[in-house]
Each structure stands twice: as structure tokens, then as C-alpha cells.
């Protein structure tokens, strides 16, 4: 074909990054199975795609981007000059970060199971969070005007069934307009509400959600309080550096151990030259903050309670009773529960029911997830058991709890 040498460099640098891109035969890509990715085992290849993706006809010089019902988005278009009619297919990707209740809110809506929310969470964590501003859009647009030799094309966007300027790249220009100003508030809105996520990951010392935070720091839209790009990196940077060392002193850590780590973070920041360096930086800073949480929280017990303790943390709707957990590490159920007892001076039961509660509390004022979900969410299956649980546990009824909250 004549643009081979494009299509290679196009397709090597996608491949680097993470994103992936295919060719399909124009009479396979109308006939993808309506199967549902996140219940066959979060299978990605183009033969997986959700229900009712990319059934219209495609017409030439056109690229199309849509976004199915699990937030993936896609871009694809037909290519000119072969043999026998092929479309590009890329994706999936997100557009912007999805957010710890934004994803369980998702799994309820297309009937995704709690029990398996890890395994959907490490999931969003393997795809690229990808804006229109990223460079490799702008290769994309400029194939595009390479195979259709032209400087201009149609752009569709599916999900809103309308044509939009005609680049993948167009910068919509700030004015004060009542709808930009809505659209600055969400903004704003995702960023806070990604921002006390982290911080309330690092009071409990949740190191696994690194992933989850990991693409989220790459794609974070940063407030340019400054005439230098750089230069609001460095101050956003520090502005998390005081937060999550707040959210590390809140779970359990002594000022004395959090001054060393703050003060290194802090030069750090200074140090750092290059923008592209500052997600690598946050995330460090995640992982950093965190771990010193789990060690100065739980050190002093022993490594047989730890243990249990960073199993029930990790997976609250999974079936933790005594006989699992001693199980997991090989112990007699009557060891495990009196060593757990003489340290935490609680019960594993109780420890569970505990941190279930509060769970349920935080997903209730944080998440619009109806309240059998939040239940199987804490591993409880029955919700009448789970609404007389939590209403012991606070005062109130699920219901009173989340009215009250509003």
C-alpha cells in the first residue's frame, strides 16, 4: 500500500504506548459479537466489544470516536487504497481517569458482579488514560491527512450522533459562556474528587490502588497558576505533598517519621526539570506515604495479625470469616483467633464487621449504588441482615444514613 512506511511508524508508536491498534476486514467489524467484556473475563480483543458498538456504516474521509457502556473509548475509520476494505480500530482507551466510585457505580449499572471488582479494577488500571491533547492523536490526524491526502476530515462523534470540528485536536476557545463554565466546574469536580480518593487511599494505607492512581497522575488536568507549565507542576506537586502527608498523619503516622519523607519529596519537586517526570513523582509519593502508613499503623503487631489484618483490608466482600483467614496462612482457626484477640482486642468477626461498616458508610454518602449492591460490595449477601448490621453499628438505617448525609 502506499502509506506502508506510516502505517508502521503509526502502528510501533501506538504499540509503545500502550495502545492498542488494529486492522479488521470492513465485513468482520459489522459482525462483532454482542458479547459483554467485563463477564468473560475481561477479554480486549476486537471480537469482545460491548453491545451495540460500531454498527453504522462507515463513510470515507471520516474518523469516528465513541465510548461504550463500560467507558472505553474508541476511534476508528476506513482506510483508502486496499486490497479489500479494512477499518483501523483504536482503542480501548479511557479519556479520563475513572474514579473508585465512578467505576462501582459503573459495575452496577451493567450488572457486574462485586465479587469480581478487583479483578475489573486491575482491568481500567491496564488501560491508558489518552486526552485529545495527546501527542499521539496528533500523529493519528496527521495519518490521516497523509492517506486521505487532504489537510482537513470529518470527525463524528457516535455517542452524540453529530459531526464536531473538523480535527481530533481542536481547542474550543475559552469564553464566559454559561456552558464553559459548567464544563470548568466538572472538571474541577473530577480532579477533587480524584484528589480525596488518594488522600483517603493513603489514611489506610491502601498501596494496592497504586494502578488505579497511577494513570490518573499522567492525566490530570493541572491549574496553570502560572505562565509556566512547569512551574505549576512543581506547586500542584507540593500541594499534594502537604495533603498526603496530612492523609498520612490521619492514618496513625508521627509527625516525626513524616517530616524526613515530606522534606525529601520536597526537594525532589525542586529537583525535577522535566514535566513528563511529575506522574512518576506522584505516584512515588503515593507509594511512599502509603507504606509508611501500613508500617506505623500495624507494626505493632504481630506478622501472623498483620497478615490477616492486610488480607481483610484488601478485599472486603471476599468471605472472611476465621476459617478462610487462618487457612490463607496455614494456621489452626484457635491460634489465629487468640493471638488476634490478645493484639487488636477484638475479634476477627468483630474486626471485619467493623471495617464492613465502615465501608458501607463511606460508599453510601460517596456513591449513588443502591443499597443491596453496597451490601454485597461489604460481603454480605443478605440485605436485610446488612441493613440491621449497619443500623447497630451507627443508629441509623442505610437509608437514614445516606438522607442524613445529603
Excluded at 492498542?20 to 458479547?35: K, M, N, P, T
Excluded at 467507558?71 to 474514579?99: D, K, M, N, T
Amino acid at each position: 500500500m502506499p502509506y506502508e512506511q506510516e502505517f508502521a511508524l503509526l502502528h510501533d508508536t501506538f504499540q509503545k504506548s500502550h495502545v492498542s491498534l488494529s486492522l479488521i476486514a470492513e465485513v468482520d467489524f459489522y459482525a462483532l459479537r454482542e458479547v459483554n467484556p467485563l463477564q468473560t473475563g475481561i477479554e480486549d480483543t476486537p471480537d469482545f466489544l460491548a453491545r451495540k458498538l460500531f454498527l453504522q456504516s462507515l463513510a470515507p474521509y471520516t474518523m469516528y470516536k465513541q465510548t461504550d457502556a463500560y467507558r472505553r473509548a474508541w476511534i476508528y475509520l476506513l482506510l483508502p487504497e486496499r486490497e479489500q476494505q479494512e477499518v483501523l480500530l483504536v482503542g480501548p482507551y479511557l479519556a479520563s481517569p475513572i474514579g473508585e466510585e465512578e467505576m462501582l457505580e459503573m459495575s452496577e449499572e451493567n450488572g457486574i458482579s462485586p465479587q469480581v471488582q478487583r479483578t475489573v479494577r486491575e482491568y481500567y488500571a491496564s488501560l491508558p488514560v489518552l486526552r485529545d491533547t495527546n501527542l499521539l492523536f496528533v500523529m493519528l490526524e496527521t495519518f490521516c491527512e497523509r492517506i486521505w491526502h487532504r489537510p482537513s476530515f470529518a470527525v463524528v462523534d457516535v455517542n452524540r450522533e453529530h459531526h464536531i470540528p473538523a480535527s481530533v485536536l481542536s481547542v474550543v476557545p475559552r469564553t464566559d459562556s454559561f456552558d464553559d463554565h459548567l464544563a470548568n466546574m466538572k472538571v474541577l469536580e473530577k480532579r477533587y474528587a480524584f484528589e480525596n480518593e488518594m488522600i483517603r487511599a493513603v489514611t489506610l494505607g491502601q498501596i494496592h490502588k497504586e494502578k488505579q492512581f497511577l494513570s490518573g497522575f499522567a492525566a490530570m488536568p493541572l491549574e496553570m497558576r502560572s505562565s509556566s507549565p512547569l512551574r505549576s507542576a512543581k506547586n500542584y506537586s507540593i500541594i499534594m505533598n502537604t495533603l498526603l502527608r496530612k492523609a498520612a498523619e490521619n492514618g496513625g503516622v508521627h509527625p516525626v517519621y513524616l517530616d524526613r519523607i515530606s522534606s525529601d519529596f520536597a526537594r525532589k519537586i525542586e529537583e525535577t526539570s522535566v514535566l513528563s517526570a511529575f506522574p512518576t513523582l506522584m505516584n512515588e509519593m503515593f507509594r511512599s506515604y502509603c507504606r509508611l502508613v501500613r508500617k506505623h499503623s500495624i507494626r505493632r503487631y504481630s506478622p501472623v495479625v498483620q497478615k490477616a489484618i492486610l488480607l481483610i483490608d484488601s478485599d472486603l466482600s471476599a468471605p472472611l470469616t476465621l476459617s478462610t483467614l487462618a487457612a490463607a496462612q496455614g494456621l489452626s482457626e484457635g491460634y489465629l483467633a487468640t493471638i488476634f484477640k490478645r493484639e487488636t482486642e477484638k475479634t476477627v468477626s468483630e474486626y471485619v464487621r467493623e471495617k464492613r461498616m465502615k465501608h458501607a458508610a463511606h460508599l453510601l454518602t460517596t456513591t449513588r449504588l443502591q443499597i443491596q449492591t453496597i451490601a454485597l460490595h461489604c460481603g454480605i449477601m443478605d440485605v436485610q441482615y446488612f441493613s440491621k448490621l449497619f443500623k447497630k453499628h451507627t443508629g441509623k438505617t442505610p437509608k437514614e444514613y445516606r438522607e442524613t448525609a445529603e
